[in-house]
């Protein structure tokens, strides 16, 4: 899948160590989840959240597979309303997953991952980048994204401006 190589270096910029609390958005069929869990070791502790039943069932049973289910906790949710306790995570990760969400909502998302991240917490986020200049190829990807939302659900977002907007609150 497209989505695996942006998504393995960012978790190798967010170098997660044994012993850490991390938390994963949206984590689909599990296999960020799975090197997240195998990056916090037997001391740490993994959570994920997803908003869909079939996704986590899918993230089980390949965690339990790897043997990994003991370290980790799914639940089902909305990333706008984590039901975390503020500071719990040393690391939160979010990949392909705010370009789901309509613009106003991006920086409620950002803002419940800066409200469970402790205090000197890290977050890594992959995302489809909107070019500030208008471009033929962005323009017609929009395109298929507004016509085939099925098949394309995924749309190019302002990241930094959310981000500055989720930092201001």
């Known amino acids: 899948m497209f989505e695996c190589r942006p998504a393995e270096k960012a978790l190798n910029y967010l170098k997660i160590q044994s012993g850490e609390t991390a938390l994963e958005v949206d984590f689909g069929a599990g296999y960020c989840l799975q090197r997240i869990a195998t990056s916090v070791g037997n001391c740490g502790k993994v959570s994920g959240i997803d908003i869909s039943q079939s996704m986590a069932q899918r993230a089980r049973e390949r965690l339990n597979k790897a043997s990994l289910m003991g370290r980790v906790e799914l639940c089902t949710g909305d990333a706008a309303k ?9 690391v939160a990760f979010i990949s392909l997953t705010l370009e789901l969400f309509e613009s106003p909502e991006i920086s ?10 402790k205090p000197r917490g890290r977050l890594g986020v992959v995302s489809l980048l909107k070019p500030a ?14 016509k085939w939302t099925k098949y394309v659900d995924c749309r190019p977002i302002y990241l930094d401006r959310s981000v500055q907007a ?3 609150k």
């Open 108 to 117: 409620e998302v950002l803002g419940e991952l800066r409200r469970v991240l």
């Open 166 to 168: 989720a930092a201001s």
């Open 82 to 90: 984590l039901p975390f306790d503020n500071e719990t995570f040393d």
């Open 133 to 146: 200049a208008d471009s033929l190829p962005v323009r017609v990807y929009e395109w298929i994204h507004a």
